[in-house]
């Protein structure tokens, strides 16, 4: 079992910047794969980016120079950090592990509302 929480999530301001981090415990070598995800009111769970365990970071089109992905590996922590936010980024912020189980364990998520 794998146990992912996110945290970092609030009120910012357009034009602003955020950083999120997802804290990794458990079974945390059987990650093979992480992932941040958001869904946005009314819409589909999307992928963010991707980073793999031997640190290869994918970034979807849409967002690429706008986020970045960073880990601390000391303390299995998965960064996200977004710049110039639009009200379009409110959104609840998941991150997501897969596992050598064949099993993707999901975080609870955290809130951002991009407002002025």
């Known amino acids: 079992q794998v146990q992912l929480v996110e945290s970092g999530g609030g009120l910012v301001q357009p034009g602003g910047s955020l950083r999120l981090s997802c804290a990794a415990s458990?079974?945390?070598?059987?990650?093979?794969?992480m992932g941040w995800y958001r869904q946005a009111p009314g819409r589909q769970r999307e992928l963010i980016a991707t980073?793999?365990?031997?640190?290869?970071?994918t970034y979807t089109d849409s967002e690429q120079g706008r986020i970045s992905v960073g880990r601390d590996g000391a303390a299995n922590t998965l960064f996200l950090e977004i710049i110039l936010l639009k009200p379009r980024d409110t959104a609840v912020y998941y991150c997501?592990?897969?596992?050598?189980?064949?099993?993707?364990?999901w975080g609870q998520g955290t809130q951002v509302i991009v407002s002025s």
């Open positions: 980073r793999t365990n031997l640190g290869r970071i």
């Open positions: 997501a592990a897969d596992t050598t189980t064949g099993t993707t364990f």
């Open positions: 458990g079974d945390t070598f059987t990650i093979l794969n």
